[in-house]
């Protein structure tokens, strides 16, 4: 064995040497003469040496286009077997251009920030290919930013109420026709309540003192004001409007209320109807839910009220009625809602009253016109969200039907449940 041994590794050693030697050589002189041919898919396409005030029409911030380009590539078999789109950019030099214009792209485009790869000796050949370029004016322009309502579900024990400001604005410069067009159509940002815990709508409310402020402020977090822009930037974009600080959603602590207060009902008569139906001789029947009170009828039963504030409530709960529109359908049926009487002087008697009490202690970082617009846009959410239900938590319903010239309140029947 020993014997083989030596015969193998040290009997005429320098001839054995010699032979891996060349051998190694030989092996890498066929290699690197060894070409191939090797299409690269999703190449980025960079812009350099754009003219003062002037862009390229899909250029983003960092520079490239939104567009990508494939390119067929010939040269050194070892360098494009290891070579993919990350590696490679295609540079396009705007200098002294105007217009549109076809970049014909060559070897003299290519660039790589890797130091590792030699393109420039390995790359040997790149199948033409055109893009099409267009420089037009660079612009700034501010945006206009619709906060929509949200969507998702609010956390249990919670009422969504508001979202403010409802209108924000970001300040961004691109391409004067995606500029104008974003100008003219606006941005829609639209909040998902699902992202909004209740452990933390409660800790918001654990930092409130005062026992009568019903509603918790969740302001929305630096991180989710921002927009998409795809035609701008590859990343969200920061939305820089000041007032974005003030940016906020609206809970409501209570899920229902009581109404400690009779709800009169009234008859409507819209103008159309007066030659079909005669004001004078219809009138309202009292029953089991309507009573007349010193010839005032209303609803005396208890009622609760949901979607609202405690304090909004005491400012209207004396204000409310239930008007029946007297506009039968062929069922002789007809139509109800809650009405607010003088809706403007309950408006102001809400603002004067949080004004005076500082009910929530955050407003008063707010700029007073900005606090007031809030407050305004908080009373007004309440008149459309305020619903009217029962003790068992259903909804208020009511079937107001018209016999001759006397009309009925009702309750619907559900015997068939």
């Given at each position: 064995?020993?014997?083989?041994?030596?015969?193998?590794?040290?009997?005429?050693?320098?001839?054995?040497?010699?032979?891996?030697?060349?051998?190694?050589?030989?092996?890498?002189?066929?290699?690197?003469?060894?070409?191939?041919?090797?299409?690269?898919?999703?190449?980025?396409?960079?812009?350099?040496?754009?003219?003062?005030?002037?862009?390229?029409?899909?250029?983003?911030?960092?520079?490239?286009?939104?567009?990508?380009?494939?390119?067929?590539?010939?040269?050194?078999?070892?360098?494009?077997?290891?070579?993919?789109?990350?590696?490679?950019?295609?540079?396009?030099?705007?200098?002294?251009?105007?217009?549109?214009?076809?970049?014909?792209?060559?070897?003299?485009?290519?660039?790589?920030?890797?130091?590792?790869?030699?393109?420039?000796?390995?790359?040997?050949?790149?199948?033409?290919?055109?893009?099409?370029?267009?420089?037009?004016?660079?612009?700034?322009?501010?945006?206009?930013?619709?906060?929509?309502?949200?969507?998702?579900?609010?956390?249990?024990?919670?009422?969504?109420?508001?979202?403010?400001?409802?209108?924000?604005?970001?300040?961004?410069?691109?391409?004067?026709?995606?500029?104008?067009?974003?100008?003219?159509?606006?941005?829609?940002?639209?909040?998902?309540?699902?992202?909004?815990?209740?452990?933390?709508?409660?800790?918001?409310?654990?930092?409130?003192?005062?026992?009568?402020?019903?509603?918790?402020?969740?302001?929305?977090?630096?991180?989710?004001?921002?927009?998409?822009?795809?035609?701008?930037?590859?990343?969200?974009?920061?939305?820089?409007?000041?007032?974005?600080?003030?940016?906020?959603?609206?809970?409501?602590?209570?899920?229902?209320?009581?109404?400690?207060?009779?709800?009169?009902?009234?008859?409507?008569?819209?103008?159309?109807?007066?030659?079909?139906?005669?004001?004078?001789?219809?009138?309202?029947?009292?029953?089991?839910?309507?009573?007349?009170?010193?010839?005032?009828?209303?609803?005396?039963?208890?009622?609760?009220?949901?979607?609202?504030?405690?304090?909004?409530?005491?400012?209207?709960?004396?204000?409310?009625?239930?008007?029946?529109?007297?506009?039968?359908?062929k069922d002789n049926e007809l139509d109800w809602s809650i009405q607010y009487i003088n809706a403007r002087s309950l408006e102001e008697k809400y603002l004067r009253n949080i004004k005076s009490d500082a009910i929530d202690e955050e407003l008063g970082g707010i700029q007073p016109h900005l606090r007031e617009d809030?407050?305004?846009?908080?009373?007004?959410?309440?008149?459309?969200?305020?619903?009217?239900?029962?003790?068992?938590?259903?909804?208020?319903?009511?079937?107001?039907?018209?016999?001759?010239?006397?009309?009925?309140?009702?309750?619907?029947?559900?015997?068939?449940?």
């Amino acid at each position: 064995m020993r014997s083989f041994l030596k015969r193998l590794f040290i009997n005429n050693w320098p001839r054995k040497c010699l032979s891996i030697i060349l051998s190694i050589i030989i092996w890498f002189v066929i290699h690197k003469s060894l070409t191939t041919t090797k299409t690269i898919s999703n190449i980025p396409i960079r812009i350099e040496n754009i003219p003062p005030g002037k862009t390229v029409e899909g250029i983003q911030s960092n520079g490239l286009l939104g567009q990508r380009t494939n390119l067929t590539l010939s040269g050194d078999k070892g360098l494009l077997d290891e070579l993919s789109a990350n590696d490679l950019q295609v540079v396009v030099d705007a200098n002294e251009r105007d217009g549109e214009w076809i970049a014909a792209i060559t070897r003299k485009n290519l660039r790589t920030e890797n130091s590792e790869l030699n393109i420039t000796q390995g790359i040997s050949r790149v199948q033409q290919q055109n893009v099409i370029i267009k420089l037009t004016k660079l612009i700034s322009e501010k945006i206009p930013i619709i906060i929509t309502q949200p969507i998702g579900e609010p956390p249990p024990g919670y009422q969504f109420v508001d979202i403010w400001p409802y209108q924000l604005y970001i300040t961004v410069s691109g391409p004067e026709e995606v500029i104008k067009n974003l100008k003219a159509h606006g941005i829609r940002l639209t909040f998902n309540l699902n992202d909004i815990t209740k452990s933390k709508l409660d800790e918001l409310r654990s930092r409130i003192n005062k026992d009568y402020v019903d509603v918790v402020s969740y302001h929305i977090p630096d991180i989710m004001k921002q927009v998409s822009l795809p035609l701008l930037s590859s990343t969200p974009i920061e939305i820089n409007d000041p007032d974005a600080k003030l940016l906020r959603i609206d809970f409501l602590r209570y899920e229902k209320l009581k109404l400690n207060t009779p709800i009169p009902v009234n008859l409507y008569f819209p103008p159309h109807v007066a030659n079909s139906l005669n004001p004078s001789k219809i009138t309202l029947t009292p029953n089991q839910l309507v009573e007349n009170r010193s010839g005032i009828k209303m609803i005396t039963e208890p009622l609760y009220a949901k979607g609202v504030s405690a304090h909004f409530l005491d400012v209207v709960k004396d204000m409310l009625e239930i008007a029946i529109i007297v506009n039968p359908d062929k069922d002789n049926e007809l139509d109800w809602s809650i009405q607010y009487i003088n809706a403007r002087s309950l408006e102001e008697k809400y603002l004067r009253n949080i004004k005076s009490d500082a009910i929530d202690e955050e407003l008063g970082g707010i700029q007073p016109h900005l606090r007031e617009d809030y407050l305004r846009n908080r009373f007004r959410s309440y008149m459309n969200r305020l619903q009217l239900c029962r003790a068992d938590n259903k909804p208020l319903e009511l079937v107001p039907k018209i016999q001759g010239h006397s009309i009925t309140l009702a309750e619907p029947s559900h015997d068939s449940e």
